[in-house]
């Protein structure tokens, strides 16, 4: 059995742990890190960017069977339109080849040492990782656990044969011909809305009353209408029962009590991600539970002294983003730097078609506070670079307080509106008032404008509407 | 439609100026023939100001605080018909205001008509945040402080690490930005105020400074305060008066049944004081005097007016019983409680606010052990009232117990000689200690 020791380990790849290793690198830490698969977590191997490959591909694709079809209004046509979904997901993996590659490289240039196995705690100092050569003890002063997240599965329709999670989703050969879609969150509508582009035929089924239920209906309203023009069919309060004996259906009781079946040739299970507390030896240091997730303080430490937790085991927002930001503060932690959580907004972003952001409170949050609002909404119906775009669905709505105008938090729903996010953040960030917003120059044309217009409109004076 | 001026009318009593104590009426206010408009202070009196004519607010031309002289024009109302203006006459209104400058406030910017664009700009330059460091560590929050409780101080990212390498929680600093936004000079200003107080305490520090208006009733307070002491070197005589007597006759006066008819108040102290006083100024008229020090002449009176310093809810008044000289004990405590009713429901008329010639303090229950009345300019001298207390008393072979109270007295050295203060308070004392002596001629 080897041993090493280090002053700070991670555990897990992810976004969340590959950025707390390389910052930890950075500043001169000792720092090794532990992944059982390739560096990027979910992530990058199947999780946002290569979603965001394949909803490219299924827009590109969309864009082009209106050329074909002769219903383009930009006076383009083409003959023949066809997927090889098979040298997509070649091209999706070239891309995350590429990344992977990018991430160790920039581990190693940072001098963090990648242990490849997975790794198990034996006491709160002390880890073992079974890698391919053998057993690997690490000691560290400092452990930080990045262990991420998983697809949820239900009981009744376990992951295998038809019933695939989002990671098999994307890396399918073929476009299947009746895709249903059990859970309506932005996992299930982003990639529900990839396939029917590409050509299957989509149901979505969802418990609540209403598909992406945690943002408001205003924000959904746009992309709900685009679920009905591509043909998408969602039954909501509607629960997931089965699959069906044959088990090329799902079995459905629908919101009025009935039993329906609903054909299918895959049927992808998107109810939700949960930690992953399991096979890392969490029951060798008792760590304090928040719920399923591992409880951490305003520094990520844990209950026990030296054990950082970041990312999606420490609870939602289940985002990158998030985790890399608690990555990053906990390096500078260990470093020696004082830190401590203090972000105004972790932005989030729906890749479904039109695209959503939310960024800081939306206004029933904002009014619970119990202050007075101001709500400034712009559509992008009125907004030049949309129309070019063909992008008029959606708007910018900005959310501020009405004594002093600060801003509190930004919505926007409408074509590539994931862009505006860093505006959005920044504006949070800098504690922003209305008045900075609009008295900013926001370039001509550009979708951006919408955000000055819906600041200005909240102050009373819009020019464009 | 035409513009109606209305000017500061005379008050009275050859008063050249008065200070505006509050508007009734804004900018946009419709207002009613006789409705009142504002309310200005003189001396002692306040008059409200009524409207002659209907119309509209157009214009105020004070604030309040604002020492305005009689004849400026107040208010400009927008009134149907021709109204007092004529057309072509504002360059002649304007030099009407131009005359008394120092008297006459900054007109309201938002009031002021597209002539006078200069004010606003005024304005503008005061509130622009001096760059200096030290004044904008003076200078309270522009807006949002106090922060409420529980919220997050407004900070960009770079701010907040800063502060948190520097170790300032940055819920101390009162951020002079927009919305309270703390900015790296307000962390600059922070740091120069040097150590700051233990936080280990837990207890906040309040940065709050509260601008508050010297106006009204409080300028006068001050003004006269201000008045007294500077011209006046008190010399403060404090004696104790053995009142056990004193409280049983007016225990036992209290308890006697009210002949009927005859309106009989409960007797409190102040009544046998100022029937001692009396006495007393009998012996020695000078200590019943004004002194016009300008003139240097000391005005001898021969009536009795006692003024009795009173708490009301806006400041201290001074009611004056007249004549207490040709009142009894008894129509010295009715004059006293309809005096100190007035007062306290500000319905006290200027006259009885005013015009005495000695006067007595009492803080009652708080009366304390011992006080440094300020005289009441240009009076002479003071009496002041202190907490009545069982004390032991040493009577030769024992100690008894005694109702003790002490007389804080001051009183004009310029006039009035120690030794003829001492003649007065021990007359005083030997009247209140065997007070069947007040009631002896």
């Given at each position: 059995m080897k041993e090493i020791s280090c002053k700070l380990l991670v555990i897990g790849a992810g976004p969340g742990g590959y950025v707390c290793a390389i910052r930890a690198g950075q500043l001169g830490i000792d720092t090794v890190i532990v992944e059982f698969g390739k560096p990027g977590g979910t992530c990058l191997n199947v999780g946002c960017i290569?979603?965001?490959?394949?909803?490219?591909?299924?827009?590109?694709?969309?864009?082009?069977?209106?050329?074909?079809?002769?219903?383009?209004?930009?006076?383009?046509?083409?003959?023949?339109?066809?997927?090889?979904?098979?040298?997509?997901?070649?091209?999706?993996?070239?891309?995350?080849?590429?990344?992977?590659?990018?991430?160790?490289?920039?581990?190693?240039?940072?001098?963090?040492?990648?242990?490849?196995?997975?790794?198990?705690?034996?006491?709160?100092?002390?880890?073992?990782?079974?890698?391919?050569?053998?057993?690997?003890?690490?000691?560290?002063?400092?452990?930080?656990?990045?262990?991420?997240?998983?697809?949820?599965?239900?009981?009744?329709?376990?992951?295998?044969?038809?019933?695939?999670?989002?990671?098999?989703?994307?890396?399918?050969?073929?476009?299947?011909?009746?895709?249903?879609?059990?859970?309506?969150?932005?996992?299930?509508?982003?990639?529900?809305?990839?396939?029917?582009?590409?050509?299957?035929?989509?149901?979505?089924?969802?418990?609540?009353?209403?598909?992406?239920?945690?943002?408001?209906?205003?924000?959904?309203?746009?992309?709900?209408?685009?679920?009905?023009?591509?043909?998408?069919?969602?039954?909501?309060?509607?629960?997931?029962?089965?699959?069906?004996?044959?088990?090329?259906?799902?079995?459905?009781?629908?919101?009025?009590?009935?039993?329906?079946?609903?054909?299918?040739?895959?049927?992808?299970?998107?109810?939700?991600?949960?930690?992953?507390?399991?096979?890392?030896?969490?029951?060798?240091?008792?760590?304090?539970?928040?719920?399923?997730?591992?409880?951490?303080?305003?520094?990520?430490?844990?209950?026990?002294?030296?054990?950082?937790?970041?990312?999606?085991?420490?609870?939602?927002?289940?985002?990158?983003?998030?985790?890399?930001?608690?990555?990053?503060?906990?390096?500078?932690?260990?470093?020696?730097?004082?830190?401590?959580?203090?972000?105004?907004?972790?932005?989030?972003?729906?890749?479904?078609?039109?695209?959503?952001?939310?960024?800081?409170?939306?206004?029933?949050?904002?009014?619970?506070?119990?202050?007075?609002?101001?709500?400034?909404?712009?559509?992008?119906?009125?907004?030049?670079?949309?129309?070019?775009?063909?992008?008029?669905?959606?708007?910018?709505?900005?959310?501020?307080?009405?004594?002093?105008?600060?801003?509190?938090?930004?919505?926007?729903?409408?074509?590539?509106?994931?862009?505006?996010?860093?505006?959005?953040?920044?504006?949070?960030e800098m504690g922003a008032r209305l008045e900075d917003i609009a008295g900013t120059i926001h370039a001509h044309p550009t979708q951006g404008e919408g955000f000055q217009e819906a600041a200005l409109k909240a102050l009373g004076h819009a020019l464009h509407i | 439609m035409g513009e109606h001026i209305i000017k500061l009318p005379d008050v009275g009593e050859g008063v050249a100026e008065a200070e505006l104590v509050e508007w009734h009426v804004k900018v946009g206010d419709l207002v009613r023939e006789d409705a009142v408009l504002a309310a200005v202070m003189t001396d002692k009196a306040t008059v409200e100001i009524p409207s002659p004519v209907d119309g509209e607010v157009l214009w105020l031309g004070a604030e309040i605080g604002d020492t305005v002289a009689i004849g400026s024009p107040i208010v400009r109302l927008k009134v149907a018909g021709e109204g007092n203006v004529k057309a072509g006459s504002e360059p002649a209104e304007e030099g009407v205001r131009a005359e008394p400058p120092a008297k006459l406030a900054t007109p309201k910017p938002e009031a002021v008509p597209a002539t006078a664009k200069p004010a606003p700009k005024a304005e503008e330059a005061k509130a622009k945040p001096s760059p200096s460091i030290a004044n904008s560590a003076a200078r309270p929050s522009v807006s949002g402080a106090p922060r409420p409780e529980g919220e997050k101080p407004l900070a960009s990212p770079a701010i907040r690490l800063r502060a948190k390498e520097a170790g300032i929680d940055l819920r101390q600093i009162a951020g002079s930005g927009p919305a309270g936004r703390i900015s790296h000079e307000d962390i600059d200003a922070f740091l120069a105020r040097g150590p700051q107080v233990a936080r280990t305490s837990g207890l906040a520090r309040n940065e709050t400074i509260e601008d508050i208006k010297v106006i009204g009733l409080r300028r006068k307070i001050a003004e006269k305060m201000a008045l007294a002491k500077s011209r006046i070197p008190h010399i403060t005589y404090v004696e104790e008066i053995d009142v056990t007597a004193l409280e049983e006759l007016r225990a036992a006066l209290n308890k006697e049944k009210r002949p009927a008819g005859a309106e009989r108040p409960k007797l409190t102290l102040l009544p046998f004081l100022m029937r001692a006083m009396v006495k007393a100024i009998a012996d020695q008229p000078q200590l019943n005097a004004l002194f016009d020090d300008e003139a240097g002449i000391i005005h001898q009176h021969g009536g009795v007016h006692i003024g009795i310093a009173a708490q009301t809810p806006s400041g201290l008044v001074v009611p004056v019983v007249r004549h207490a000289e040709a009142r009894d004990i008894w129509d010295c405590a009715a004059e006293l409680n309809r005096l100190a009713e007035a007062a306290k429901s500000g319905t006290a008329t200027r006259d009885e606010l005013s015009g005495s010639t000695i006067t007595i303090t009492s803080l009652g229950a708080m009366g304390g052990v011992a006080t440094t009345p300020v005289i009441n300019h240009p009076e002479v001298a003071i009496v002041g009232v202190n907490k009545m207390m069982v004390r032991p008393l040493w009577d030769g072979t024992q100690f008894i117990p005694r109702k003790m109270m002490n007389l804080s007295s001051s009183f004009d050295h310029r006039v009035i000689d120690g030794w003829d203060a001492a003649v007065f308070i021990q007359r005083i004392k030997t009247l209140l200690e065997t007070p069947a002596m007040i009631f002896v001629d």
């Open positions: 290569p979603s965001k490959a394949l909803i490219h591909a299924a827009e590109e694709f969309e864009k082009a069977s209106h050329m074909a079809g002769g219903k383009s209004l930009l006076g383009i046509s083409i003959a023949t339109l066809s997927i090889d979904l098979e040298t997509t997901v070649a091209w999706k993996d070239g891309i995350v080849s590429r990344l992977n590659s990018g991430v160790a490289g920039l581990l190693k240039k940072a001098g963090v040492k990648t242990v490849h196995g997975w790794a198990k705690f034996r006491d709160g100092k002390t880890v073992e990782v079974e890698t391919e050569t053998g057993m690997q003890v690490v000691r560290a002063e400092t452990v930080v656990i990045a262990t991420g997240s998983a697809s949820v599965e239900l009981p009744s329709l376990p992951f295998g044969g038809r019933v695939i999670s989002s990671t098999e989703a994307l890396a399918l050969s073929e476009v299947p011909e009746r895709l249903a879609v059990v859970g309506g969150g932005y996992i299930g509508l982003e990639l529900g809305i990839a396939f029917a582009k590409m050509g299957a035929s989509v149901t979505v089924v969802e418990a609540l009353p209403r598909v992406l239920a945690q943002y408001d209906a205003e924000l959904t309203r746009p992309v709900v209408k685009r679920l009905t023009d591509l043909g998408i069919e969602v039954l909501v309060g509607a629960k997931a029962k089965g699959l069906s004996t044959k088990g090329d259906a799902l079995l459905v009781e629908t919101k009025d009590g009935k039993n329906t079946k609903i054909a299918a040739d895959r049927i992808l299970v998107t109810v939700g991600r949960k930690p992953v507390t399991e096979g890392w030896g969490l029951e060798q240091i008792d760590l304090d539970m928040a719920g399923k997730f591992i409880r951490i303080d305003d520094q990520c430490r844990t209950s026990m002294r030296g054990v950082f937790a970041i990312g999606d085991v420490t609870g939602e927002p289940m985002l990158a983003h998030r985790a890399m930001a608690q990555g990053e503060m906990v390096a500078e932690i260990v470093a020696g730097h004082k830190r401590s959580w203090d972000k105004r907004s972790i932005p989030a972003i729906c890749f479904t078609d039109p695209e959503l952001v939310t960024a800081g409170l939306s206004p029933e949050k904002a009014k619970a506070l119990g202050g007075e609002i101001k709500v400034g909404q712009f559509p992008f119906a009125a907004n030049g670079r949309a129309m070019t775009k063909l992008g008029e669905e959606g708007f910018v709505r900005v959310v501020a307080r009405a004594d002093n105008h600060l801003v509190l938090g930004i919505q926007a729903v409408g074509q590539g509106v994931s862009e505006l996010s860093a505006a959005f953040g920044l504006a949070l | -």
